[in-house]
Each structure stands twice: as structure tokens, then as C-alpha cells.
């Protein structure tokens, strides 16, 4: 494969940017990879800038369900730009963007547009630390809510993938508050409430965990959370940047039957445009300024092009078919795990709705500890070969695999015949 255009950007973005990238993942150093530098992207097929084409796996961590470059999502960002692209003032597309999301999630009354997923977990904490009036917060190790400082205290995702415990620049004050559990064990959550109950603010959760590969919620667990939570005055946040309408349209509380106090959201409310939001019960929500006495800004927040674009993405997302989307994925995630095993490698593959993630170990992954005692050197030859068959997937373990609804059979079958041709 020439990389050598990629190559040339790389060594040129290293002079420039700390590391050559500006999300640390991307530098594929873990799989002993260089970076591909990307020229154009459509439905699911990604081309880089040597002309090599990839079926995509990634969709840019997620947010794009409906493909790269959908007709409807580009016209509107099209359309939105002719009419100017910041305002840094009210626009009719945010309101319209918020009824939308409200609409679409059963524990929602009122939501606040914001610029990223990270924006929206920090800012969700505050929220939920104004209102109640503590200060601690519980999070699940290996789950990753974004790089606020309190969330970097055993975080998955990039931090997982670097092995980087937590980050020099949080002030040891600061993660002080940061109360961790392991995924889906209940008991221990009711062991911190027993001990600190009258002091913590929330418990954040990916509903489905999905920064330490592909975790699911053991039956119970979120349940569990709820209760615990309730009967202690704390709030619940669940983290849906990535679930949230992937996982159902009304994302996992509908799925999964919970009402969160709070949600938040990442790119995918705004097509894969920088965007996030948060939201909650009017009675939370009226807590945010100017409203209530919770400070939260940002310039570009309800920006026109990412709220057309979110506009535009939901309107399709709502009437696609997401229990057929997901009998599909099952079915190949199926036969991915079964060519690989036929190779004598130890392989899991777990999977919901349209996400899944090769665990190269003996036993399930339940949590952070247990994907951290998966073969890694059996991921990094899985992918280097899948690439150099054109098939792009996550450059790390600690990832997920993602399905758009434009993946096509022929998409799913080429996959399947580079996975044949993997050896270990």
C-alpha cells in the first residue's frame, strides 16, 4: 500500500502538532501504524490522499449512522452556509434541532445546545453538582467521558489505548472527587454510597460502555444505578454521545427501559459536526443560566451549520429501520467472530444495535480489567492486515466497531473475505 503522501503529511503535521494529529488515537502508534491522512469520504467508503479506498468502520467514532456525505445532511449544510456561518445569536434551526431531541428521548424536558461531547459531560457535572449542592461524582473505570479534568481518573478511550494513568495537569484536588467503580458491579457502587452517599452529586455511565471496547450492561446493572441513585438524592447522567440514537432513536433509556436524570450527547445530533448537548426534567434544566444559577456559555453553541445538519440527520434517522440494521450487524459481527476463531485465536464479539468489537481473550469482557487482559499484539496484526485489505477499523482494542446504515451485504462480505486472509 503507498503511504506516501500520508507519510509526507505525517512527518510535516509532527513539526506542527504535538504528535502529528490532533486527537491522540489517530496517530495509530499502537498498532505500529502511521496515520492515514483521509481526502474524501462517502457513504462508507473512505479515500485517502495516496487514492487507497477503505470500507469504514470508524465513521468518525461513531456520529455518522447515515453515512459519510448523505444527500439531505450536506444540502442543509450547504443551504445553511449561503445564509452565514456563525451567528453567535439565537437561529430558528436550534429550536427547531431541540424539539427534535426532546422528542426522541423519554427522560427529556429541556436541552442545552453545546460544541462537543466533552462540553457536555463537564457541563452536566456542574449542573448536577449546582443543584445538589455536593460536590463528588462516581464513574465507572475504563468508561470516557470526554477530557474534563474529573473525568481522566481511570478513563478508557485514548487514555486506555496510551496506558496514561489519568493526565499530569489534573491537580490531585481536583480528581479527589472522583469516586471509581468497576463496570457493572453494583455492589461496589453500594459500598462508595454506604461510605460517601451524602456527598456525591451523580453517577455518570455509558449505558453501554464503549471506550473499553464494547462492554453491555450485565442485566440489573442500570437498573441497579437507578435505584441507588434515587434513594440517595444523587443524580443519574447517562453519557450517550455514543448510544445516543445509535443504540435506538430514542437511544439507551429507551432501549433499556431508564430514566436518567441527565443525558448527553456528542456529534451525532449534528450530523458528525462539532456539536453535543445536555439535558434533563424542566426542573433540572432551569438550573442553567440565564435561567437559573448554573453557568454554562459557549459562542458557537446552536451554530446554523451543525444545527441544519442535526435537523437533517434526524429527520432520516427517525424513520430508518434499526431493528433490521442490527440483525445484519449480528449476523456479520457472527461470522467475524467464527472465521477468526477457526484460526485458533482466542475471540469475543460482542455486539449491539449497529456496534461491535473483536476482544482477543479466552473469556467475556464484563469490564475495564477484563479488557485490559485481552491479546493486544493479536489486535495489532488483525488490523494491520485488515487495512492493507481496505478495510478501516479502529486503530486501538479499546475502540468499537461502527455500522452506518449504507453498509451494504457486498460491504459486510468483503470484510469477511479479508478476515479469511488474516493470519496470525
Known amino acids: 500500500m503507498n503511504e506516501s503522501t500520508s507519510r509526507r503529511l505525517f512527518e510535516q503535521a509532527c513539526e506542527l502538532i504535538p504528535g502529528g494529529v490532533n486527537s491522540p488515537v489517530r496517530a495509530c502508534h499502537n498498532v505500529h501504524s502511521l496515520p492515514l491522512f483521509i481526502a474524501e469520504a462517502h457513504g462508507c467508503r473512505l479515500k485517502d490522499v495516496d487514492g487507497q479506498e477503505y470500507i469504514d468502520f470508524v465513521l468518525s467514532w461513531g456520529p455518522m449512522l447515515l453515512g459519510h456525505d448523505h444527500p439531505e445532511v450536506t444540502k442543509a449544510v450547504r443551504d445553511a452556509a449561503g445564509r452565514g456561518t456563525s451567528y453567535g445569536a439565537p437561529c430558528p434551526d436550534e429550536v427547531t434541532l431541540a424539539q427534535m431531541v426532546v422528542d426522541a ?18 457541563s452536566a457535572l456542574r449542573l448536577a453538582r449546582g443543584v445538589t449542592g455536593r460536590d463528588k461524582v462516581l464513574k465507572f473505570i475504563g468508561c470516557y467521558h470526554g477530557h474534563a479534568d474529573p473525568y481522566l481518573a481511570a478513563a478508557g478511550s485514548g487514555v486506555a489505548t496510551f496506558s496514561i494513568p489519568g493526565t499530569p495537569g489534573v491537580p490531585a484536588a481536583v480528581v479527589a472527587d472522583t469516586l471509581l467503580a468497576p463496570y457493572n458491579d453494583l455492589a461496589a457502587v453500594e459500598t462508595i454510597f454506604a461510605r460517601h452517599g451524602d456527598s456525591i452529586a451523580a453517577v455518570i455511565v455509558e449505558p453501554v460502555a464503549a471506550n473499553m471496547g464494547l462492554v453491555l450492561p450485565k442485566a440489573g446493572f442500570l437498573e441497579g444505578l437507578r435505584a441507588i441513585t434515587a434513594k440517595h438524592g444523587a443524580l443519574l447522567i447517562f453519557d450517550e454521545v455514543i448510544t445516543g440514537f445509535r443504540a435506538s432513536y430514542g437511544g439507551a433509556q429507551e432501549r433499556f427501559g431508564i430514566t436518567p436524570d441527565l443525558t448527553t450527547f456528542g456529534k ?8 453535543g448537548a445536555f439535558g434533563g426534567k424542566r426542573a433540572i434544566m432551569e438550573h442553567v443560566a440565564p435561567r437559573g444559577e448554573v453557568y454554562q456559555a459557549g459562542t458557537l453553541s446552536g451554530n446554523p451549520l451543525a444545527m441544519a445538519a442535526g435537523i437533517a440527520t434526524l429527520r432520516q434517522l427517525k424513520n430508518m429501520d434499526y431493528a433490521a440494521l442490527e440483525r ?14 477457526a484460526k485458533n485465536v482466542p475471540i469475543q464479539m460482542p455486539t449491539i444495535a449497529s456496534m461491535f468489537c473483536p476482544y482477543f481473550s479466552e473469556t467475556p469482557v464484563e469490564n475495564f480489567d477484563d479488557a485490559q487482559k485481552c491479546d493486544q499484539e493479536l489486535f495489532t496484526t488483525f488490523y494491520k492486515q485488515m487495512r492493507a ?36
Open 328 to 341: 445484519r450487524v449480528s449476523a456479520f459481527a457472527h461470522e467475524l467472530r467464527d472465521i477468526l476463531a
Open 105 to 122: 428521548m423519554p427522560s427529556l424536558e429541556m436541552v442545552r445546545m453545546v460544541n462537543s461531547g466533552t462540553e457536555a459531560t463537564m
Open 268 to 275: 451525532i445530533i449534528g450530523g458528525g459536526l462539532p456539536v
Open 389 to 424: 485489505q481496505g478495510i478501516y477499523l479502529a486503530p486501538s482494542g479499546y475502540e468499537t466497531g461502527m455500522v452506518s446504515f449504507v453498509h451494504t451485504d457486498d460491504d459486510f462480505a468483503r470484510a469477511l473475505d479479508a478476515a479469511r486472509k488474516v493470519t496470525f
